[in-house]
């Protein structure tokens, strides 16, 4: 067979194992596999890269991703729909391999009910995909803002300060929510609770007064104020790095507590660098997935981690509703955020 393997939407550590496990799985096939280069608009453009063993030997470990991203929608466009189907024929496709997010198993869904043979493998830091325990790229991210906790804890405790820690996380507060119980901080905003800021206060005076500094993990896609007017990307969401979340916290809690605040925003750097050890084994593992379900004709589903296991949903299951925080997990943080 021959099979085009596209990553698309924001990339995350994890895509090169999650390619190289495809590419190892279909030589044991005899398939030869190509890149769709930036996602859906390489099907578009059909730019295509050949995928042999010599292109992934030492990937594994390499952030990014070697057939490059973009958040391109074709259905935004009724011809560039048709457009992408006719260029699978062009280049002679049998089948399709679509790594991502919500978003890009969004559109591998509607074209699997166009008929198209395309399975998806779920990827994203935000870990917010539904039918699918975690996806790859997660735990790197939260590695990353571990580190960057560590390091903001040692100069506010040196500083006699509050600081404030904002990270990525766009619908759902997962890598804010476990990056703060990861990194013992004295609070954590997400975007599926709203800002209290009587609990904060009462939390970071306690928390203050015991150890002379406190630390605040706050999600981006947490509202502070209203804000107007912010761009949109091709499938419509808000460009939260405009947003500022960090530094409205920190101003907001300098202004009330009279104490000294500061923040950082590590942003992109959560997306960048090495994979960790289970983003690695997570990639390989529903890459090669990805090319028994095509060689079982399991098209229309995903290469989902359920517990210990790589099974094959359907896609239907995963795309349009985000996995968000559960209340279970709300209640870990007030727990131990003392
Ligand atoms: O969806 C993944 C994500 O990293 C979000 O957490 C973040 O809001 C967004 O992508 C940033 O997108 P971009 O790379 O287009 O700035």
């Known amino acids: 067979m021959r099979i085009g393997i596209l990553t698309g939407g924001g990339d995350c550590p994890g895509l090169n194992p999650a390619i190289r496990g495809a590419v190892c799985r279909a030589t044991d096939y005899g398939d030869e ?13 059909c730019e ?3 995928l ?32 992408t189907i006719a260029n699978i024929a062009q280049l002679h496709l049998d089948a399709l391999i679509a790594i991502g997010g919500d978003d890009t198993l969004g559109v591998a869904y509607k074209l699997a009910g166009m008929g198209v043979n395309i399975v998806g493998v779920p990827k994203t830091m935000d870990n917010d995909l539904s039918a699918t325990d975690f996806t790859f790229g997660f735990d790197t991210a939260v590695s990353i803002a571990l580190d960057a906790a560590r390091r903001l804890k040692d100069t506010a405790m040196s500083h006699r300060r509050i600081i404030v820690l904002e990270v990525m996380g766009r619908h759902a507060g997962w890598v804010a929510a476990y990056t703060g119980i990861g990194s013992g901080a004295d ?10 800021w009587d609990d904060i206060v009462a939390h970071l005076t306690t928390a203050y007064h015991r150890k002379k500094y406190a630390f605040v993990v706050v999600s981006e896609g947490v509202q502070v104020t209203r804000a107007e007017g912010e761009n949109l990307d091709e499938f419509g969401h808000m460009l939260l790095q405009q947003r500022g979340v960090g530094p409205e916290v920190a101003r907001i809690i300098e202004e009330k507590m009279g ?13 960048g660098g090495s994979p960790t050890l289970f983003d690695r084994i997570l990639g ?5 997935k990805a090319v028994d379900m095509i060689h079982a004709g399991e098209y229309g589903k995903m290469a989902a981690l359920r517990g210990t296991e790589i099974v094959a949903v359907p896609l239907a299951e995963a795309v349009g509703k985000p996995k968000v925080v559960s209340k279970e997990w709300m209640d870990l943080l007030e727990i131990l955020a003392k």
């Open 33 to 45: 596999c190509v890149g769709l280069v930036c996602g859906w608009q390489g099907l578009l453009s």
């Open 48 to 50: 295509t890269e050949p």
């Open 52 to 83: 042999d063993l010599t292109r992934v030997d030492d990937i594994i470990d390499r952030g990014g991703t070697i057939i490059g991203t973009s958040r391109t929608n074709p259905f935004k466009d009724p011809a560039l729909v048709q457009q």
């Open 187 to 196: 609070y954590t905003l997400i975007p599926e609770k709203t800002v209290d």
């Open 259 to 271: 104490i000294s605040t500061r923040s950082a925003t590590i942003g992109h750097i959560q997306r």
């Open 284 to 288: 390989s593992r529903v890459g090669v």
